[in-house]
Nanobody, 125 residues
């Protein structure tokens, strides 16, 4: 599967933004999907994941209650709705796909075989 992230941009502190990740091919529904981010000078970190059926959303503590992951299998797209954005949310956001079963593994980038190219999100006051 090939992934294409989009929707990043500049947003004010406290604002909202939705990033999307479009997948090619007819196998999208076979994959559990995740979002990761990487800020300058920092390691890539897990943000959120969702099962291939759209259930079992799973979030990093740092975004819980502010971000929502969802997917539309008919459109081969996964979304990340980001609300109440903070300056520290500034990063390049990557979508990724995995077939590994078990949400326990979804926070670990090592278990994702396919990655999108990333989209820049900048939060500034």
């Amino acid at each position: 599967v090939q992934l294409q992230a989009s929707g990043g941009g500049l947003v004010q502190t406290g604002g909202s933004l939705r990033v999307s990740c479009a997948a090619s091919g007819r196998t999208f529904r076979m994959y559990h999907m995740g979002w990761f981010r990487q800020a300058p000078g920092k390691e890539r970190e897990f943000v959120a994941a969702i099962s291939r059926s759209g259930g079992s959303p799973y979030y990093a503590d740092s975004v819980k209650g502010r971000f929502t992951i969802s997917r539309d299998n008919a459109k081969n797209t996964v979304y990340l709705q980001m609300n109440s954005l903070k300056d520290e949310d500034t990063a390049v956001y990557y979508c990724a796909a995995t077939t590994v079963v078990g949400s326990y593994y979804w926070s670990d980038a090592e278990y994702y075989a396919h990655w999108g190219q990333g989209t820049q999100v900048t939060v500034s006051s």
